[in-house]
């Protein structure tokens, strides 16, 4: 593909991104609370598509789609078992969140955490935890642009993530939760639409239909519509870390946050729900499309790549401009999101004006962080992706703790160490006890910590304090 | 203490029910299924639809 024409389609998206960006600019006013969640002023609609955008990154044009190519239907199975997993714990947690940020003035899940167990240690633990756990994941969207660049345009490593921070710092910095928002709407567009020409188009150039690339399906590739083509121990492995997505993941997690309404925070679940669905059946479909064009290629994350070699170049163009898209909406969300935690538990509070830049700073260092962190182009960028996952499922007791009146602080911080801990030798050392994938452990060692100390802390008077903790704000249990 | 949070869209019981059932269902059922669009395809296509569904119908 010519190099001039990729950078053209880039320079018009990024001129659109830019547009919207300043429109954005010219409603956000002063304040932590304008700047990083918007003064939880987001309409249903823009929620869903920054939610979808954020969470739906070039994973899964490029891993999921080769996922599929290589196991078939299990890749479906693993996707569908996140979805609806995020789907039902937002119906039961997102209200809540929402109205405790509301009420406690809280931007960030962290800081939700602070006032929730009394400890400003907890908040800054937390905030460090979760910068650690998520740049492997940040890097993997620049190296995932950098090679697209590099295969489809030619463009040298180097200067297609260069291109990629320029982008990111500039939607993300130029006016907060109001720009990223915004311009994940139009990103959450482009990937949508984009991958369903792309299905469209090669449905009926190559297959001429539904029904006939169903019975080639069948016909030709029968395994790849068997769910135990991919272990089930891995499938497990894989699934649960990802199931607890929607309260781990500080970036989705805070835009629980940011719904004008409780009628704008369900419209943000219906949204997602939908989208979600429609985008990972989409996907799924393109991984069983490229296993029966290219029946024998060996790595599957080059698949789309090929694909779209056997495009028309203007579909070609619209669809990697879709993963570009995918890569720049998670990571200028994660870094907003991570700038925020920063900002209000490393910084002097929601006052003070000095609090936004400091943010800012923050951004621009994760984001320049994560950026150097693909330079290296570690082949271990990957496994790094999903051991972060894995991590951060060691705080999902922490925030489930939030509404259960024995847990405590001292359990959430030795719960949430010990569980990274673990995560980081199962998967530096290989070792899977019993069979069970790193993430699995994790999830166990670290529920079980929270568990058994918080009831030992409930019931002995505290274990290390001597005393019963105060806790900062009381979210007990609804009528229900 | 401060006042009640209001409620969820579903309930907690109706919740932890439904999580739990629809994640037994989910690890068990697409395994036992033969190889077939109609199989683990289809159930993974009808499970989602579901939840869905139940999310438009929770207040």
Same mark, same amino acid.
């Given at each position: ?92 947690f997102a209200p809540k969140f929402w109205e405790l940020g509301k009420r406690y003035d809280v931007i960030s899940p962290a800081e939700l955490l602070r006032k929730y167990y009394g400890s400003a240690f907890l908040g800054k633990f937390i905030t460090i935890y979760s910068f650690l756990m998520l740049i ?230 994760i984001t320049i962080t994560a950026f150097v962190f693909s330079l290296g182009r570690f082949n271990v960028i990957v496994e790094l992706s999903v051991m972060s996952s894995a991590g951060l499922l060691a705080t999902a007791p922490s925030y489930i703790g939030l509404f259960w009146k024995k847990s405590s ?72 | ?11 907690? @019981? ?7 059932? *629809?994640? #037994?269902?989910?690890?068990? &059922? ?5 190889? @077939? ?7 993974? *296509?009808? #499970?989602?639809?579901?939840? &869905? ?7």
């Amino acid at each position: 593909m010519n190099t001039l024409i990729v950078l053209s389609v880039l320079g018009i998206w990024f001129a659109a991104g830019c547009l919207i960006s300043y429109f954005a600019k010219r409603k956000t006013g002063r304040g932590l609370t304008e700047y990083f969640i918007a003064n939880r002023k987001i309409g249903g609609f823009i929620a869903a598509m920054t939610y979808s955008a954020t969470t739906y990154s070039s994973f899964m044009m490029i891993g999921l789609v080769g996922m599929t190519y290589a196991v078939g239907v299990g890749a479906f199975g693993f996707e569908i078992t996140y979805l609806v997993s995020t789907v039902l714990l937002l119906l039961y947690f997102a209200p809540k969140f929402w109205e405790l940020g509301k009420r406690y003035d809280v931007i960030s899940p962290a800081e939700l955490l602070r006032k929730y167990y009394g400890s400003a240690f907890l908040g800054k633990f937390i905030t460090i935890y979760s910068f650690l756990m998520l740049i492997p994941y940040m890097s993997v969207q620049f190296t995932g642009i950098g090679y697209l660049l590099k295969g489809l345009a030619g463009i040298p490593y180097v200067y297609a993530v260069l291109i990629a921070l320029i982008i990111i710092l500039t939607f993300t910095l130029w006016a907060g939760m109001r720009s990223v928002a915004w311009t994940d709407t139009l990103q959450a567009f482009i990937m949508f639409v984009s991958s369903v020409i792309l299905v469209l188009f090669l449905i009926r150039t190559r297959f001429n239909g539904f029904s006939a690339f169903f019975g080639t399906l069948e016909r030709e590739h029968t395994g790849l519509l068997s769910a135990d083509k991919i272990p089930y121990m891995k499938f497990i492995g894989l699934s649960i870390p990802w199931m607890f997505f929607a309260l781990t993941n500080p970036q989705v997690s805070q835009r629980m946050f940011i719904a004008r309404d409780r009628k704008s925070l369900k419209n943000m679940i219906l949204g997602f729900a939908v989208f979600g669905f429609l985008y990972t059946i989409i996907v799924v479909n393109l991984g069983f499309i490229a296993r029966s064009i290219f029946p024998a290629m060996e790595k599957g994350d080059t698949i789309t790549s090929l694909l779209l070699t056997n495009v028309p170049v203007i579909l070609a163009l619209f669809v990697f401009t879709g993963i570009v898209a995918a890569s720049v909406s998670t990571v200028n969300s994660i870094a907003l999101t991570l700038g925020s935690m920063f900002a209000v538990d490393f910084s002097g509070g929601q006052q003070k004006h000095g609090s936004i830049l400091f943010g800012k700073a923050v951004i621009l260092i994760i984001t320049i962080t994560a950026f150097v962190f693909s330079l290296g182009r570690f082949n271990v960028i990957v496994e790094l992706s999903v051991m972060s996952s894995a991590g951060l499922l060691a705080t999902a007791p922490s925030y489930i703790g939030l509404f259960w009146k024995k847990s405590s602080k001292n359990a959430s911080i030795v719960s949430t160490l010990i569980g990274g801990i673990v995560t980081v030798v199962l998967y530096s050392t290989g070792w899977k006890p019993l069979g069970l994938w790193p993430g699995v452990w994790t999830g166990i060692v670290s529920a079980a910590i929270f568990v058994l100390m918080s009831l030992a802390e409930y019931y002995n008077g505290g274990v290390f304090n001597g005393k019963q903790e105060e806790k900062g704000i009381y979210p007990e249990s609804s009528s229900e | 203490m401060d006042s009640r949070i209001k409620k969820s869209f579903i309930g907690k @019981r109706l919740f932890i029910f439904l999580y739990l059932s *629809v994640m #037994l269902v989910n690890f068990s &059922i697409p395994f036992l299924l033969p190889p @077939r669009i109609t199989g683990a395809y289809l159930f993974w *296509v009808i #499970l989602p639809l579901s939840v &869905i569904a139940l999310s438009f119908t929770a207040e």
